[in-house]
């Protein structure tokens, strides 16, 4: 049961262009949401988060919306740049999740973004 | 500031024999992690640490086992390896449990079992 879906494995765009790399949830306690991005031969690297009280966060390039009736995020990357091919996770956490102090991240398959220049 | 380390980056080990990856922080992070990440699929958790002297089961723990005696260090334990377990491995770390305090990765240990 894939709690945390990233339907596209793989997604190519134009250098310049905008990128948008979607994510899908279905466990409606899931209140913060993080997307990693990782290069091959190294470890995932944390890129952008949101909490569920907001519907839209924003680091340079990189802006997360969040649909909590649709239980749907993005990240859009604009615009998008070669040094940006890598694949991309998406990963929740929630009060379900939660250990103690420990809450743990449900993390999606990722999608392979390629741009090509 | 070298962050996560971990090691060996590649290993080949033949069914049954046994192993341990070693996995070491520099940041003073009280959580640590050991996750495995199969060919196409998402990063499960293995085992977590919340402090030293302190471990817990994450969602495919069997064939493994942890155990962290101070704060930096954070090792996992293959015993009896079975094909089952090819995987490439990556431990990570933060500084509390928060949803705001993201997880730091290391690079990585490719696994095979043969």
């Known amino acids: 049961d894939q709690q945390v879906k990233q339907n596209s494995p793989s997604l190519s765009v134009q250098e310049g262009r905008i990128s948008i790399l979607n994510c899908d949830y279905t466990?409606?306690?899931?209140?913060?949401f993080l997307w990693y991005k990782k290069y091959p031969a190294e470890g995932p690297t944390f890129l952008i988060s949101?909490?569920?009280i907001k519907d839209k966060n924003e680091d340079g390039r990189f802006t997360v919306f969040l649909n909590k009736s649709a239980k749907h995020l993005s990240l859009h990357i604009v615009p998008s740049q070669p040094g940006d091919s890598a694949v991309y996770f998406c990963?929740?956490?929630?009060?379900?999740?939660?250990?103690?102090?420990?809450?743990?991240?449900?993390w999606g398959l990722g999608t392979s973004l390629a741009v090509n220049p | 500031n070298a962050g996560v380390t971990q090691t060996p980056k590649f290993r080949i080990l033949k069914i049954g024999q046994s192993m341990t990856l070693q996995c070491t922080q520099d940041?003073?992070?009280?959580?640590m992690y050991w996750y495995r990440q199969d060919p196409g699929m998402g990063l499960k958790l293995i085992y977590y640490?919340?402090?030293?002297?302190?471990?817990d089961k994450g969602e495919v723990p069997n064939g493994y086992n942890v155990s962290r005696s101070t704060t930096e260090d954070f090792p996992l334990r293959l015993e009896l390896a079975a094909p089952s377990q090819t995987s490439v491995y990556f431990c990570?770390?933060?500084?509390?449990?928060?949803?705001?305090?993201?997880?730091?990765f290391g690079d990585g240990t490719r696994l095979s079992i043969l």
């Open positions: 990570a770390s933060r500084v509390g449990g928060r949803e705001s305090q993201p997880q730091h």
């Open positions: 940041m003073n992070h009280n959580y």
């Open positions: 640490s919340v402090g030293a002297g302190i471990t």
């Open positions: 466990n409606s306690m899931f209140d913060y």
């Open positions: 949101i909490s569920s």
């Open positions: 990963a929740a956490s929630g009060r379900r999740e939660n250990a103690g102090n420990n809450r743990k991240l449900i």
